[in-house]
């Protein structure tokens, strides 16, 4: 999946990957959704629609039956969203391209990296 820098880019891919995946006629059942702060302080979204066939997604699930079918069919205002996400769930680049709730305490880069995530 692919990163974006705006909600609205990233629900309209997904909503792009799910027609390519399901076709036209699929129902959505799930909206889920992943908030990421780089290194450099950017912040980029990640957004898939479900099936309810289809396995857990990578993104964590925000909203289900109707309201997601909402958002999919263009329904939604990205600020609302932005409001309703959990802040504990952003996940921060430790690494290049890798991503974790927080940063390691015990090492002196974790506690720097820490301190920099308290500033963002």
Known sequence: MSMFTTLEEAVD???E???VD?????IVEQLGLQ???LQDGDIMWQAEFLTGD?????????????????????????????????????LHEWDE??????????????????DEWDEI
């Open 22 to 26: 399901n076709g036209d006629d699929a």
């Open 54 to 90: 289809s396995e857990g997604g990578e993104c964590l699930p925000m909203l289900t039956g109707e309201a997601a079918q909402s958002v999919f069919d263009g329904d939604f205002d990205d600020i609302e969203l932005i409001q309703e996400w959990q802040e504990e769930n952003t």
């Open 13 to 15: 891919a997904a909503r």
């Open 17 to 19: 990957a799910f027609i």
């Open 97 to 114: 391209g890798e991503f974790q709730l927080e940063p390691p305490l015990d090492t002196e880069e974790g506690r720097t990296a820490a």
């Open 35 to 37: 908030k990421y702060i």
